[in-house]
């Protein structure tokens, strides 16, 4: 029987996170758990850097991105003695159990810290939705609303200037941000790790969109770390009729209120989590799946197969 669940937030922060703890609080409480917030992820862990959690310290919290346990990355734990470490500080403040809200990097946090005695349950919060075990992750849907709100305004600019906006979108090597966007602003390409970059290719197509289609402007979305998009917005000037401009997104896509979306997604999975730790299962993940809420053990978690995005891409080539 568990009596003190800690929680925290680790990787790279994102909206949702928030709702995420709330909910976590909220629903172990109402099992008469105990909770405890470990602040700055298991850089925190590992210092004891802990405060109780209560109702009212998780009020007006609902809507604000960021994370109010602060987020780091400890490189460090990944090795045992830096756990063991951990565990131990754990268990002087009496902690069973732990809920941890990141990427794949914090997963294996939680599967190492499960095997080591303390049952661990992750919850997906990443804007890049590059979780296998997931239909969709904490945060994508907010991200994906900003990068949609960020190309409506720049398509409005671009057309007045017969230009083609390039803009370059986070994901961490996922596609999703890029094609979710690209489909719903009516992008005129997309270049993400799944469709491969071919710079003369996409080239040749704004010459026809300018040319054959007599477009008055065009937007590229791009998926981060494929090619430099000042260099590719420069080759666009001069070897097509468009003026090329690049604008990287950056950070903007992991801020903001949360979604609705994120909202609903965060407060059921994290339910999901007491649900389980409550049961004695540690080591396993959530995900939805067909909006079913559901776990499955970490380790074959990571090891799933990146979801195909296949019939996305067809419809956006279809659309264009
Ligand atoms: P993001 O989506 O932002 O990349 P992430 O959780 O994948 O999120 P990482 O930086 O990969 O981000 O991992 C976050 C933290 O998890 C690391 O700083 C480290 O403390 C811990 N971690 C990562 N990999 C391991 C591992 N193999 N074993 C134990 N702990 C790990």
Redesign the pocket.
């Known amino acids: 029987m568990i009596k003190r669940i800690g929680i925290l937030t ?3 922060d994102s909206p949702g996170m928030n709702a995420a703890i709330r909910a976590v609080t909220r629903v172990a409480i109402a099992n008469g758990i105990e909770v405890v917030g470990i602040n700055d ?3 925190g862990m590992v210092e004891g850097n802990f405060r109780p959690l209560i109702k009212e310290d998780v009020s007006d919290i609902l809507d604000r991105g960021g994370t109010i346990l602060g987020s ?4 460090e ?2 090795d045992v003695k830096v ?1 063991q470490v951990a565990v131990q500080k754990l268990t002087e403040a009496g902690i069973d159990a732990v809920v941890v809200i ?8 939680a599967m ?1 810290l499960t095997q080591l005695g303390i049952n661990c349950i992750g919850l997906p919060g ?1 804007i ?1 939705n ?1 979780i296998p075990a997931t239909d969709f992750t904490i945060g994508f849907d907010t991200a994906l609303h900003t990068v949609v709100e960020c190309v409506d305004k720049l398509r409005d600019t671009s057309s007045s200037h017969h230009r083609c906006s390039v803009v370059e979108v986070m994901g ?1 090597r996922c596609g999703d941000l890029a094609v979710w966007a690209a489909i719903s602003c009516g992008a005129e390409a997309v270049v993400t790790q799944e469709t491969g970059f071919d710079e003369e290719d996409l080239l040749e197509r704004l010459r026809y969109l300018d040319s054959v289609r007599r477009k008055k402007h065009a937007i590229v979305v791009i998926s981060e770390k494929i090619t430099d998009v000042n260099e590719l917005a420069r080759k666009i000037s001069a070897n097509t009729g468009f003026s090329g401009r690049a604008t990287v997104l950056g950070h903007i896509q992991r801020g903001g209120s949360p979604t609705p979306s994120d909202r609903m997604l965060a407060s059921r999975m994290a339910e999901k989590a007491v649900d389980l730790l409550v049961n004695g299962i540690g080591g396993h993940c959530v995900g939805i799946v067909d909006n079913a809420i559901v776990s499955y053990p970490i380790e074959e978690a990571l090891k799933m197969p990146k979801k195909s995005r296949k019939e996305l891409y067809q419809l956006f080539d279809r659309l264009v």
Request: charged share 25%.
């Open positions: 680790s990787g790279g992820g298991y850089k780091a990355r400890l490189v734990f990944k756990q990141g990427g794949d990097g914090s997963y294996r946090g190492a990443t890049d590059d961490n």
